[in-house]
């Protein structure tokens, strides 16, 4: 029964390791999916981020700073957006609904007649590097969780084949053993009778 159990412990082992590698192989072609997108967008979000700064420079300088504070604070507002969750081969991840984030020269809240075309370029300029950033960012946690799940799947995989199923293996081996040297004896056994009668 021991023996019996034990291969068939083996047999589980294996195909668990086996489901375990398909798992991660998928995981990590999502991963390196994920890459190459993520990477052109953090180019764009560093010329975003460049403009807009130089945008704000330029309006701190010929504006003045008390002008941009103002604007600044006449255009604050609430950012609401959807976020949904999705389960990508069992992990949850976070996705935001897009939405656009940036608004007209009237629906900022600031008067035209008060504030220059700089400040509504630097207005613009921040509102484009807000969206950019929120459609980066869900990507950047996505990879994050991603290498972690490949590194617990393979922590796994790794613990199947170089712990678990020797150990199984060997505990059969060791069984097998016993019951064929326990065979031997009756053999033995049944020759020495058989030598008597």
Request: with cysteine; proline share 2%.
């Amino acid at each position: 029964m021991n023996l019996i159990t034990r291969k068939s412990q083996i047999k589980l082992a294996q195909q668990g390791a086996e489901l375990l590698k398909n798992k991660r192989d998928a995981l990590i072609q999502e991963f390196f999916g994920l890459v190459k997108p993520l990477v052109s967008l953090r180019k764009q979000l560093a010329q975003k981020f460049s403009d807009a700064e130089w945008k704000l420079f330029l309006a701190l300088v010929f504006d003045g700073p008390q002008s941009v504070a103002s604007a600044a604070m006449a255009c604050r507002r609430d950012l609401r957006f959807g976020i949904e969750t999705k389960n990508l081969w069992g992990i949850r991840v976070a996705e935001l609904q897009k939405t656009s984030l940036t608004r007209s020269s009237m629906t900022r809240g600031y008067a035209l007649t008060s504030t220059s075309a700089r400040i509504d370029q630097a207005a613009y300029a921040f509102e484009e590097l807000l969206s950019h950033i929120l459609e980066v960012a869900p990507i950047e946690i996505k990879l994050k969780k991603l290498g972690e799940e490949i590194k617990k799947t393979s922590r796994r995989v790794n613990a199947l084949e170089q712990r678990l199923i020797p150990r199984l293996s060997s505990e059969k081996r060791f069984i097998q053993q016993i019951l064929e040297g326990r065979e031997r004896e009756d053999v033995f056994r049944l020759k020495r009778i058989k030598k008597k009668t």
